[in-house]
């Protein structure tokens, strides 16, 4: 079956970094399109960014482009979110998910279970 183990999230200060990572397992990991999303306390989860099964196209949420940026490594089977600069409104469970449709993630077929990220101001 499909697993995806997200890690790396914490607690960290505004202005800081973390970077994510999703290890993926049951799948043909380097044929899918995979993304990031998030969910903030009260809120519908949201799109974060997406990356092209090959690597070579990336799509980022307005919110979030030009301080966060999405990778794979398709030996390893894992997908990165390098996230600097984080402010309070990042503050959010981040999940990592397998895509179906192409670029923006639009439709998902599996969620990993999710990883805290706080940001205190």
């Known amino acids: 079956q499909v697993q995806l183990v997200e890690s790396g999230g914490g607690l960290v200060q505004a202005g800081g970094s973390l970077r994510l990572s999703c290890a993926a397992s049951?799948?043909?990991?380097?044929?899918?399109?995979m993304g990031w999303f998030r969910q903030a306390p009260g809120k519908e989860r949201e799109f974060v960014a997406a990356i092209s099964w090959i690597g070579g196209a990336t799509y980022y949420a307005d919110s979030v482009k030009g301080r966060f940026t999405i990778s794979r490594n398709n030996a390893k089977n894992t997908l990165y979110l390098q996230m600097n600069s984080l402010n309070p409104e990042d503050t959010a469970v981040y999940y990592c998910?397998?895509?179906?449709?192409?670029?923006?993630?639009?439709?998902?077929?599996?969620w990993g279970q999710g990883t805290q990220v706080t940001v205190s101001s």
């Open positions: 998910a397998v895509c179906t449709s192409p670029r923006y993630c639009a439709d998902v077929d599996y």
């Open positions: 049951g799948l043909t990991f380097s044929t899918y399109t």
